[in-house]
Nanobody, 123 residues
Framework: VQLQASGGGLVQAGGSLRLSCTTS????????MGWFRQAPGKEREFVAR????????DYAESVKGRFTVSRNNAKNTVYLQMNSIKPEDTAVYYC?????????????????WGQGTQVTVSS
């Protein structure tokens, strides 16, 4: 199983980025997908997740209304659209996959992880 995150970079505050995570080696349509982030000196934290089947999404309060998670099962890819980006969004962003469909916001609930993509926001 491989998860490949991409799309990070340097962006000005107020700008937008779209992260992608392409998977292989799993039946993507039957996995819930999550986005997490880890800032320097901090623990990895939940950002957003999207279920499989009947689609449900959840967001951390800090990104609600600014970030949108979506998926394309035909492309085995999950996306994180980041709008109105703030300096505090600076972190390495990770995608993760889990077999279950229930809400999962903890890292230990996910089975597979990508390598992360750096997002740096300048003020």
């Amino acid at each position: 199983v491989q998860l490949q995150a991409s799309g990070g970079g340097l962006v000005q505050a107020g700008g937008s980025l779209r992260l992608s995570c392409t998977t292989s080696g799993l039946t993507f349509s039957m996995y819930s997908m999550g986005w997490f982030r880890q800032a320097p000196g901090k623990e990895r934290e939940f950002v957003a997740r999207i279920s499989w089947g009947v689609i449900n999404t959840d967001y951390a309060e800090s990104v609600k209304g600014r970030f949108t998670v979506s998926r394309n099962n035909a492309k085995n890819t999950v996306y994180l659209q980041m709008n109105s980006i703030k300096p505090e969004d600076t972190a390495v962003y990770y995608c993760a996959a889990r077999r279950g469909r229930t809400i999962a916001t903890m890292t230990k609930e996910y089975d597979y992880w990508g390598q992360g993509t750096q997002v740096t926001v300048s003020s």
